[in-house]
């Protein structure tokens, strides 16, 4: 069994990843459960996410084709859960944390240990360095920056952001990017060239479409905001939690007369799913205060039009502290002494670090936590997050024209929002021949098939008439997925982010990044200087 442990888990630990509650529901027979396990034992390759990843996706795929019984559905559930378990319980090869067992340069003594490189990771390390902490930071892609991602055209030099383009404009952000001597302008929020709206169902233009004018929705829902401040900060609810902030996006809408709003945050909300369906908490969330000062005087970006530099300096600064292409292995926060330990697999071998505190800033998905000393209850309020997911990506060739932009509105459904899984948008660059495509779903889908998706969504453009196209290729792709982590109404009602908030500082563990706050990064930074008093005491 350990070599499940060792080789199938990292295997999922690509940006791809597997919704087991959702694969319990949806897969056919309990006796796929067994072809899971008995092909998780067969991968040898720990970098490759390859076959287990099609199988599961194989399988869900075809289980949500046909009906299935519910006795069968909650056995799988359980097989499925059960593995999960297995696996994460398991006691592995590296979990006897010996210090005899690594040499002396194998051994990283520091006070805090930060897992996950991205947005708020690099930030608390940035800050703790500051603040003359030691640091070390755990990523397991080969760059930090996480959700933050620059591509440069090989033959013009010219940058296009994949990822993070915008900035509040806030000191905190000013001051952070002064301290790497990166300047800041003000963003151009006007999109260049003409838009086309179509229903990319069909590759038909909408006749007649134009963008509702959000300014007295806005003005409505600003309104509606301003009774819970204490979003702001984070999910610092109120209990009995208001029940507007319960309801299902879409009912809000029809109570408070946001219709105007919707287009606008189809636009601001992508990669979120059916945004419609979250419960309004998560839209007041992403949609704040901030934002909304923002859409009036301006957001922020790198005047160099190149947002990775941030996590080029930062890189450079931490130097050996960052581990890239690692990923813990095993955990003891229990341990007794002054020191945590955390065994990491890096591509120069195991590591073992005696951490003081750890902060956590990656998606506390449970399959995202294989390797951790999960208590039961950490678990089961991990394991209550859903996720969407949302993929970019630049294509070459698509034939259409560099100065036009597609939209993707539906000509048949309420506001005219896209159908997902599907793209939302085909966004014109400053590189000639180069386009954006940005695609959204639910629930997380194989690269391979997002891929050929959006190639036949491009296709059917030329097939309907609508732009002339031809057979793209793409420059680059990434997934940035588990994207939006969200729990139903009922556990937001029933307390889920007073007891998850209530981790914090719990055995040695400090939580930020996204699913603790907001997906913006710069109120993450906020949030987590919030963290910063805490871990540094
Ligand atoms: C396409 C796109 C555009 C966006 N545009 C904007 C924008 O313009 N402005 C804005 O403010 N926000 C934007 N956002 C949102 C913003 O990027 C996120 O809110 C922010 O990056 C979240 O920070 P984080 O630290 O929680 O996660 P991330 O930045 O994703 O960092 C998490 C890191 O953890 C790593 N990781 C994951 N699992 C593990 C593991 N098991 N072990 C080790 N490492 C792991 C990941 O590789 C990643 O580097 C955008 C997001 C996307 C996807």
Known sequence: MENILVFFLPACRDESVIDFAELGSSSSSSATSAIVLTHAIKIDNPNGPGPVLELFSEMTLAARKGSMGIIVRYLLMLAAVSFLAVATALPSQYSDFKLEDYN???????????????????????????????VVVVEHKDRLGGHTQTYTDPQTGHTVEIGVMEFHNLDIVKNYFKRFNIPLVLANSSSPGVTSYVDLRTGKEVAGYVPPDPTEALVRYAAQLTKYPYL???????????????????????????????????DYAQGFGDFLKHSTL??????????????????????????????????????????????????????????????????????LILARKIILTIPPKLQNL????????????????????YYTSLLRHTGIPDNISVVNVAADTPYNLPVLPGVYQINTTTVPGLHAVLFGSDQWLPDAQVQAD????????????????TTPYFAIFSSHTPYELTVPAKAIKNGFYKELYGLQGQRRTYYTGAAFHTHDSSLLWQFTETLLPLVVA
């Not at 051994?107 to 240990?113: G, K, Q």
């Not at 005047?303 to 300096?313: G, M, Q, T, V």
Request: with cysteine.
């Open 104 to 134: 002396f340069t194998d051994v990283i003594t520091r006070d805090v240990c930060i897992v996950g490189g991205g947005s708020t990771g690099t930030y608390a390390a940035i800050r703790l360095l500051d603040l003359r902490k030691s």
């Open 232 to 266: 702001e900060t984070g999910f610092n609810l109120t209990y009995p939690v208001p029940e507007d902030l319960l309801l299902p996006f879409g009912d809000f809408v029809t109570k408070y007369s946001l219709q105007g709003l919707v287009q606008l945050l189809n």
């Open 282 to 351: 998560y839209v007041f969330k992403l949609l704040g205060s901030d934002v909304i000062r923002d859409f009036q005087i301006g957001f922020l970006t790198t005047a160099r039009h190149d947002n990775s530099e941030l996590y080029e300096k930062a890189t450079a600064e931490l130097g050996q502290d960052v581990l890239l292409k690692s990923y813990i292995v095993a955990m003891d926060r229990d341990a007794a002494g002054a020191y945590a330990k955390v065994v990491v697999k890096t591509p120069d071998g195991l590591k």
């Open 370 to 389: 294989v390797g951790w000393d999960l208590s039961s209850n950490e678990s089961s309020l991990f394991s209550q997050f859903r996720n969407s997911a």
């Open 454 to 469: 959006i190639i036949s969504t491009i296709s059917r453009l030329g097939t309907a008439g609508t732009l002339p196209t």
